[in-house]
C-alpha cells in the first residue's frame, strides 16, 4: 500500500520559510517522479514543482520561481520542498504526488500522479 505523508506545514510571517517533508512507502520511490501541489480556498489544485526520479531534473512554477527548492534523498524516500520569502498567496494545503513517468508531457498537471498525500497546511500572514 502506497503512503505518502505530508510534514512541516504550519503558520510563518511573509518573507518566511518553512520546509515541508513527504515520506514514502510501499513504492520504489528511486523510480518515481515526485511532485508538490497546492490548493487554496475555493481554487483549483496547483503543480508547484516536480523532480525527476534520479534527482538531476526538477521543475516549478512560475509564481514559485527562485522561492522553492524541491529535492530528494533516495536513501530516505523522502521529498523536500524548502520555501523561502513566502507571501501570503502561497497559503494553502500542500500535497506531495508521485508519477511513474513525466517526460513527454506537462510536469505539473495533477492528472498524471498516481499516487497522493493527505496534505498539509502552510498558512502565510501578512
Known amino acids: 500500500q502506497v503512503q505518502l505523508a505530508e510534514s512541516g506545514g504550519g503558520s510563518v510571517q511573509a518573507g518566511g520559510s518553512l520546509r515541508l517533508s513527504c515520506a514514502a512507502s510501499?513504492?520504489?520511490?528511486?523510480?518515481?517522479?515526485m511532485g508538490w501541489f497546492r490548493q487554496a480556498p475555493g481554487k483549483e489544485r496547483e503543480g508547484v514543482a516536480s523532480i525527476s526520479a534520479g534527482g538531476s531534473s526538477t521543475l516549478y512554477a512560475d509564481s514559485v520561481l527562485g522561492r522553492f527548492t524541491i529535492s530528494r534523498d533516495n536513501a530516505k524516500n523522502t521529498v523536500y520542498l524548502q520555501m523561502a520569502n513566502l507571501k501570503a498567496e502561497d497559503t494553502a494545503i500542500y500535497y506531495c504526488a508521485a508519477a511513474a513517468e513525466l517526460y513527454g508531457g506537462p510536469w505539473l498537471e495533477a492528472r498524471r500522479y498516481s499516487d497522493w498525500g493527505q496534505g498539509t497546511q502552510v498558512t502565510v500572514s501578512s
Open positions: 510501499g513504492l520504489s520511490f528511486n523510480k518515481k517522479f
